[in-house]
């Protein structure tokens, strides 16, 4: 069961662990060195709506800058089961998510949040949300009518995600956002001033020079390279998609409560 209250450092690393949210993870090492392979083929799909050229051709590459944001096994030759994310460095990355949402609640910016993980995250930027908009910040209303080629683009608890056949769909892709931003623009709206998200959603803002983090599993390299060149902002690394959406509270609770807005 989650930890009650607003854990400390060192509970939420150990709570992370219990729930495989990070610590030896269940993403199994051969399904993440295959989506490495795949980014650095450039198959677009694995680019998370980003535009890395030519500068992440070596899967090497690709597996060091895990290894170093992550804390995956760094060793090339390891190539069969199980991986790792590292606590220290999920909670480092709330800590620099924190300040940034503390930034955004100061200034009183225009947020936008977004998930292509509902069945994970959905509740997770849904009470960020609730906090900065009590913090007195704008969120971002999507405008009607969106869609791409995977579905429909709207929006439920404050968080824009996809739906498909009357349900909440799973995406990297980044024409989601890629819709929203147009759509704003189209109806003269200024764009958001940060966007909170994961997967394309937060791929396509960072590329589309809007500020940008969220959050990415250990088989999700793109937004971390990104997070390396500066195009995305922050990136936490996490289990995106665990057993139950409540273990994701207590972390929830520490990144409200270090920003701020708890």
């Not at 709570?15 to 949210?21: A, D, E, M, S």
């Not at 620099?96 to 959905?122: C, D, I, S």
């Not at 509270?249 to 409200?256: F, K, Q």
Request: glycine letters at 10%; aromatic letters at 6%.
């Amino acid at each position: 069961m989650p930890i009650p209250g607003t854990p400390s450092r060192a509970q939420l690393v150990d709570h992370l662990v219990r729930t495989r949210i990070a610590g030896d993870v269940a993403t199994p090492r051969e399904n993440n060195l295959s989506h490495y392979r795949q980014l650095a083929n450039g198959v677009r799909g694995y680019w998370f709506g980003l535009e890395l050229g030519d500068r992440w051709t070596d899967e090497q590459d690709v597996l060091a800058v895990m290894a170093e944001r992550v804390g995956v096994n760094d060793d090339p030759e390891y190539r069969y089961g199980q991986d790792t994310i590292d606590p220290e460095l999920t909670v480092d990355a709330l800590d620099r998510l924190a300040a940034r949402l503390r930034k955004a609640a100061a200034g009183r910016q225009r947020v936008l949040f977004a998930t292509g993980h509902p069945g994970g995250l959905l509740d997770v930027h849904r009470a960020t949300a609730a906090a900065l908009r009590a913090a007195g910040c704008e969120i971002v209303v999507i405008p009607d009518g969106l869609q791409t080629e995977e579905g429909y683009v709207m929006q439920f608890a404050d968080v824009a995600v996809l739906e498909h056949g009357a349900s909440l769909w799973h995406t990297h892709s980044g024409e989601p956002m890629r819709a929203v931003l147009t759509g704003l623009e189209r109806e003269g709206r200024p764009l958001p001033d940060l966007v909170v998200a994961d997967h394309g959603w937060a791929g396509y803002a960072g590329q589309h020079g809007v500020d940008s983090v969220g959050y990415a599993d250990c088989n999700d390299p793109a937004l971390f390279l990104a997070e390396a060149e500066g195009t995305v902002q922050v990136v936490v690394p996490l289990d995106d998609h665990v057993v139950s959406p409540r273990h994701y509270d207590p972390m929830t609770a520490y990144l409200l409560a270090e920003a701020g807005l708890d």
